[in-house]
């Protein structure tokens, strides 16, 4: 285990917060609950039918869980009448929403927005898009955010590059095709997340094919514009682009392709052009940097709730959860 998540870990205990597992009738979500309380690192509400999650949990201590059918909910009514009147204007009858509200990860995301829990993490077996469609339809965008995301966050052993070798790679799993004001959003908001997870000031790279110019694309133009916006937006980051990879991360590289640039070497946090490419790029880094990645995780949502891999492993969810509780912490 890379040394950021010990700290995520250590963080995470310091303001231990409660978050939900949707899935809680699957038998990684009962694993990692079982491990995220021996750790002490959050309280859990598993969400599914007692019966069966007891069944499943033969042989591992999760007592200290809190289990909830959603149907036998004293809430469940409550929850309903509130989506009800939510979602009023996009046609929501109150017997849809009763049935909405047997959905796991609906009822979840209401515990969270109404306080009763800190985040969700789901996705083991719900695919990403009713993940962020239940989180979008209830706890709804975060204020200071114009676009919903997501990000890595990469680990490279023995890595001179980023910050000690971590890094944010955004959005490397939900926006297929930004155009420029998009990938302005999911430039600042990365640089956010890193501030915020990896504890350091972010130096954020826009990506591309081509340094300050070298190439003439439509392509490359795009990616010029959104550094011209983000740059506008957020005069304060230390953010650059157009860069290639080298020109960002590689000192003597990014001086000679770009010496009037302060970020051009040292860059922490790379924005990819479209999902095409971050989601090669995580993959290049996890499969032959032998990179630890842990996401995608969400950004841009008022409260966060995280989506996972169906591949995923406990020790995956134990992760993901203990990345929630920090972003709980930082909301």
């Known amino acids: 285990m890379s040394q950021f998540l010990d700290r995520i870990k250590e963080r995470a205990m310091m303001d231990k917060k ?5 899935e809680g009738e699957e038998i990684r ?6 491990k995220v309380l021996e750790e002490g690192i959050a309280n859990i509400i598993l969400l599914g039918d007692e019966k069966v999650i007891a ?22 009514q409550a929850f309903a ?3 009800c009147e939510m979602r009023k204007a996009k046609g929501m009858t109150m017997d849809k929403a009763l049935e909405t509200m047997k959905n796991t990860l609906y009822f979840g995301c209401m515990l969270v927005k109404n306080g009763d829990a800190d985040g969700m993490v789901a996705g083991a077996v719900n695919s990403t898009s009713n993940v962020l469609r239940s989180a979008l339809q209830t ?5 200071d955010a114009k676009l919903v995301s997501a990000f890595f966050v990469i680990c490279v052993p023995d890595c001179e590059y980023g ?19 998009e990938l302005s959003e999911i430039a600042i908001s990365s640089a956010k997340s890193f501030k915020a997870l990896v504890e350091a000031e972010p130096n954020v790279a826009l990506l591309s094919f081509s340094t300050y110019g070298s190439a003439k694309d439509p ?25 290639q990879l080298d020109a960002a991360i590689v000192e ?18 790379l924005v990819f052009p479209d999902l095409n490419a971050g989601n090669i790029g995580y993959k290049l880094a996890q499969r032959l940097g032998k990179a630890e990645a842990y996401g995608p995780i969400t950004q841009g949502i008022a409260k966060p709730i995280n989506d996972l891999s169906r591949g995923c492993s406990s020790d995956d969810i134990v992760g993901v959860v203990a990345i929630t509780c920090v972003q709980a912490q930082n909301q």
């Open 18 to 22: 409660t978050i939900v597992l949707a």
């Open 29 to 34: 979500s009962i694993e990692a609950a079982a």
């Open 55 to 76: 069944e499943k949990a033969a042989g591992l201590d999760i007592s200290a869980a809190t289990i909830i059918n959603p149907i036998n909910s004293d809430k469940y």
């Open 81 to 83: 009448e509130q989506f």
């Open 139 to 143: 706890v709804k965008t975060a204020p």
């Open 163 to 181: 910050h000690n070798g971590t890094f944010v790679f955004g959005d490397s799993g939900l926006v297929m095709n930004p155009n420029a004001e």
């Open 219 to 243: 392509l490359v133009d795009k990616v010029v514009e959104a550094t011209k916006l983000a740059k506008e937006k957020r005069p304060d980051l230390s953010l650059d682009g157009e860069l």
């Open 252 to 269: 003597s590289v990014g001086k000679s392709k770009a010496p009037e640039s302060t970020v051009a070497g040292k860059a922490n946090v």
